[in-house]
């Protein structure tokens, strides 16, 4: 069972660079998500999707684009890297996101350094 | 908006020690709770969930019970292993963001 696949699980980028963290579900949940992992901050919202077509943003947006052309993909675009996203990015689905109370499935992360 | 303020860690104990880490939350509307693991060098995991008040979940020998009163989702466990070291996460969740304790960073010695 896949669940939630993530790549690459490392990339070091410099600042400037542009790149796509992959997500992808075999699970067909409707609801996928990105997070990034900061010590002592634990888990920040970038964006989300309830479904195919649908995206919005979490609690910090700025610097990343999201799309969801299909169920199973949910990639995550960096546009102009900066150091200040150096951080482990987690990719998480559930079946229905808020609704019915189902939880999370998590990939195993990305952890990005921007120099 | 929601918010959650989770124990400090970094937690140290024996193992067979009984465990309890806090968890208070603040939310909109009616929350579902969980407590999420992570292990090292992975994503998180579901741990355990209660989505009434006075709900307890219960996995793994975990368990936590859903204070409405107390806006509180405690975890315990009676008696921790070496294998329970890991970070663990207290998550409420209403609508469609999930929102993160700081994470509670657990090791359990011999």
């Known amino acids: 069972n896949a669940g939630v696949t993530q790549t690459p699980k490392f990339q070091v980028l410099k600042t400037g660079q542009s790149m796509t963290l992959q997500c992808a579900q075999d699970?067909?949940?409707?609801?996928m998500s990105w997070y990034r992992q900061d010590p002592g901050m634990g888990l920040r919202l970038i964006h989300y999707?309830?479904?195919?077509?649908?995206?919005d943003q979490g609690e910090v947006p700025n610097g990343y684009n999201v799309s969801r052309s299909t169920t199973e993909d949910f990639p995550l675009r960096l546009l102009s890297a900066a150091p200040s996203q150096t951080s482990v990015y987690f990719c998480?689905?559930?079946?229905?996101?808020?609704?019915?109370?189902?939880?999370?499935?998590f990939g195993n992360g990305t952890r990005l350094t921007v120099t | 908006g929601n918010s959650v303020t989770q124990m400090e860690g970094p937690v140290t104990l024996s193992e067979e020690a009984f465990l309890t880490i806090n968890c208070t939350y603040t939310?909109?509307?009616?929350?579902?709770l969980f407590w999420y693991v992570q292990y090292p060098g992975e994503g998180l995991q579901l741990l355990l969930k209660a989505t009434k008040a006075d709900d307890k979940g219960s996995n793994k020998g975990f368990e936590a019970t859903y204070r409405k009163e107390t806006t509180s989702f405690h975890l315990e466990k009676g008696s921790v292993q070496v294998s329970d070291s890991a970070v663990y996460f207290c998550?409420?969740?209403?609508?469609?963001?999930?929102?993160f304790g700081t994470g509670t960073s657990l090791t359990v010695i011999p």
């Open positions: 999707s309830v479904g195919a077509g649908i995206t």
């Open positions: 998480a689905s559930s079946y229905s996101g808020g609704k019915y109370n189902s939880p999370l499935h």
């Open positions: 998550a409420p969740n209403t609508g469609n963001q999930f929102y």
């Open positions: 699970m067909n949940h409707e609801y």
């Open positions: 939310a909109t509307g009616y929350p579902s």
